[in-house]
């Protein structure tokens, strides 16, 4: 029997992004969860529809601040498919380089927020000043510090120079050298591991059961990564390691991002050292007549999905699957059973992204009418 | 479905397609693998698969808000996700006739 249901959010101070989440409890216990989304909806599949490539190409580099580098690299996979295009090794080695730099700032940005939620303010000041370093070479090499928007049809949007590889160099090795102390911090800390070790584990068995994937999926001990299943980029040309945890708690996924930081930054170095000489395409219209065709790239978070269908010039279809959609199911049952104030604990844990996977259409004002697709574009493109 | 069981369900996808809708089951089986079923648009309804696959949940409810399918067996179905409680108007990814 349920004594009361209460809402956490949308608006609370322990969850950053809005979503409702309302829990039926026994007393301190959940014994029941649910999820309500649709607070940030930005209406993506709806407005890709009748646009352009180009265009497209333009709209899903604003679907996420953070992931900013996996949608656009996805996106641009899925249409060289359809063109049966394979891109310059240059051209791959750069989008390999920023889909990496992509993963160091998220990671090292969920790890500071992870332990934020358990109270400790400091790590996460001192996580976000090296998050800053993979901020100064992202900007350097696409003129942007969020909305990276580098990737172009058949090319990139900037050469890599000689200058920008010592830079780059230069920064790295500060991250390197600064993170495998936190990671100890992480591993040893008593107070870290009480509010983390056995917080909602997921087992192996589980995982499997309700198709994980990423970082959560790895610290669950399952093998799953795009890069290494199904290798796109330059990611066949480098050697890298599969990051696996076995507990399948918080902790683990902790450990399997931190631990993955490192191992990022050992790609982007092999990147350097291998890139191949030669130029980069510019950049050239992109018309396709029809088509329909799907991609994955392994996100922060996991394996990103696009599927896009194109009639008469422009994109008729886009279904996006962001990762943070796919652990939802996930999310409720593992409440269950557990403290309240363990919620915010095992919602950190999941590093769920509200921006990526709300995008489809609701405007809803005081007349409850939904704007046309005119109106959308005036008011929001 | 039941053989694929052991394989892992990347997403559901639906299109409307003018006449009837296209339910796209992806799956990861060496590389991704795409099944097609083909609805009705006059009665659009389907048996869910979430007692196979759990993840489906999600899917087939985000579908159900935005196409108004109907997903027979997936037990919150009916709890709106995205959409407002009080959404009385067309399901928003549904195609006129005139797109």
């Known amino acids: 029997m349920h004594d009361y249901t209460i809402p956490i959010g949308p608006h609370h101070p322990a969850i950053d992004e809005p979503a409702c989440l309302r829990v039926s409890l026994d007393g301190n216990y959940i014994v029941d969860a649910n999820i309500r989304l649709g607070y940030a909806h930005k209406g993506i599949e709806k407005l890709l529809e009748g646009k352009r490539i180009d265009q497209g190409l333009h709209i899903v580099d604003h679907i996420c601040g953070i992931c900013s580098v996996a949608h656009p690299s996805c996106y641009v996979m899925v249409i060289e498919k359809m063109l049966n295009y394979k891109p310059p090794e240059r051209v791959n080695y750069i989008r390999t380089l920023l889909s990496e730099l992509g993963r160091i700032q998220s990671h090292i940005f969920w790890s500071g927020f992870m332990l934020h939620e358990i109270g400790f303010e400091t790590m996460l000041a001192y996580f976000l000043r090296e998050r800053e370093y993979a901020l100064e070479i992202l900007e350097r090499l696409t003129g942007n510090r969020s909305h990276f928007a580098a990737h172009k049809v058949r090319t990139v949007k900037n050469d890599v120079t000689e200058e920008d590889v010592r830079f780059i160099q230069n920064k790295i090795k500060i991250i390197e050298k600064k993170i495998p102390s936190y990671m100890k911090i992480a591993k040893k800390d008593k107070v870290i591991r009480a509010r983390l070790v056995d917080v909602g584990t997921i087992r192996r068995q589980d995982a499997e059961k309700y198709s994980l994937i990423g970082p959560i999926a790895r610290g669950s001990g399952l093998r799953v990564d795009v890069r290494k299943d199904d290798p796109y980029e330059a990611y066949d040309e480098v050697d890298f390691d599969m990051m696996l945890e076995w507990s399948g708690d918080a902790h683990a996924r902790m450990m399997v991002r931190l631990r993955e930081i490192m191992e990022s930054i050992r790609i982007v170095k092999q990147i350097l050292k291998n890139m191949p000489d030669g130029k980069i395409p510019p950049i050239s219209p992109v018309i396709i007549e029809e088509g329909m065709e799907v991609g994955r790239v392994e996100a922060p978070r996991g394996e990103n999905f696009h599927m896009i269908k194109i009639k008469d010039k422009r994109i008729d279809r886009a279904r996006i699957r962001p990762p943070t959609f796919n652990f939802m199911s996930i999310f409720t049952k593992l409440l269950e059973g557990r403290e309240v104030g363990d919620v915010p604990v095992i919602l950190a844990s999941l590093d769920p992204c509200f921006a990526c996977m709300e995008r489809v259409i609701v405007i809803k004002d005081g007349k409850r009418e939904v704007l046309t697709e005119d109106d959308f574009r005036r008011k929001y493109v | ?99």
């Open chain 2, 1 to 99: 479905m039941e053989k694929l069981k052991d394989s892992r369900l990347i997403t559901i996808s639906a299109l409307d397609s003018r006449g009837c809708y296209h339910l796209l089951y992806h799956f990861d089986i060496n590389g991704i693998k795409t099944f097609k079923v083909l609805i009705p648009e006059k009665k659009p309804v389907i048996q869910s698969i979430v007692d196979i696959f759990p993840s489906a949940e999600f899917y087939e409810r985000e579908i159900h808000d935005f196409f108004d399918i109907e997903f027979k067996g997936n037990p919150r179905l009916h709890d709106k996700m995205f959409l407002p409680d009080d959404w009385e108007g067309r399901a928003p990814l549904k195609k006129d006739k005139t797109d």
